[in-house]
Antibody, heavy 119, light 107 residues
Framework: QLQLQESGPGLVKPSETLSLTCTVS??????????WGWIRQPPGKGLEWIGS???????FYNSSLKSRVTISVDTSKNQFSLKLSSVTAADTAVYYC???????????WGQGTLVTVSS | EIVLTQSPGTLSLSPGERATLSCRAS??????LAWYQQKPGQAPRLLIY???NRATGIPARFSASGSGTDFTLTISSLEPEDFAVYYC?????????FGQGTKLEIK
């Protein structure tokens, strides 16, 4: 059974870079020829797609975040990662990673990790 | 950029009743629409993909229809565990968009 787990600092200072890693177990990132995703959810609000990556390294990003986002993949570790630069309080959210299924829909998701931006 | 608008924002119903949730796209998305369920403190779970296909393990009381710009998720007879927030999502070669969600609460 495929499982995803996000990891990284829960507190990031304003203007710094948020870095998270998603570790995939129960299956190989390389076995799914579709796009793995990062999605976030500010407290009490809805879902926002951040970006997606193929195991080949091909990426595409939300246009509103594109200038600050980098997503990368390490197939040897079965992980993919998110970097979001120049963060502000508006980037405070639960960050989820998700697996592609039925082509490029998202399921399952990781449990999510809360990242707070504060000095 | 395609915008998905869900209605109503909140739906108050009782167990056993029928729930109908709507998702409207600002332009045609063909059948590239999914529905997710999110319970408090949990990650979203895929219910429906490609507008009308139930994901693995999803009960038959969940059904969906639509194409183009208007989509509907129907829960035929509400169970206590169905009270949650529901999101629609569109995917394309340029990105993904979520609706703002409909909260289904117990009346």
């Amino acid at each position: 059974q495929l499982q995803l787990q996000e990891s990284g600092p829960g507190l990031v200072k304003p203007s710094e870079t948020l870095s998270l890693t998603c570790t995939v177990s129960g299956g190989s990132i390389s076995s799914r020829s579709y796009y793995w995703g990062w999605i976030r959810q500010p407290p009490g609000k809805g879902l926002e797609w951040i970006g997606s990556i193929h195991y080949s390294g091909n990426t595409f990003y939300n246009s509103s975040l594109k200038s600050r986002v980098t997503i990368s993949v390490d197939t040897s570790k079965n992980q993919f990662s998110l970097k979001l630069s120049s963060v502000t309080a508006a980037d405070t959210a639960v960050y989820y990673c998700a697996s592609p299924t039925y082509f490029n829909w998202f399921d399952p998701w990781g449990q999510g990790t809360l990242v707070t931006v504060s000095s | 950029e395609i915008v998905l608008t869900q209605s109503p924002g909140t739906l108050s119903l009782s167990p056993g009743e029928r729930a109908t949730l709507s998702c409207r796209a600002s332009q045609s998305v063909s059948f590239y629409l999914a529905w997710y369920q999110q319970k408090p403190g949990q990650a979203p779970r895929l219910l429906i993909y490609d507008a009308s296909n139930r994901a693995t393990g999803i009960p038959a009381r969940f059904s969906a229809s639509g194409s183009g710009t208007d989509f509907t998720l129907t829960i035929s007879s509400l169970e206590p565990e169905d009270f949650a927030v529901y999101y629609c999502q569109h995917r394309s070669n340029w990105g993904n968009t979520f609706g703002q969600g409909t909260k289904l609460e117990i009346k």
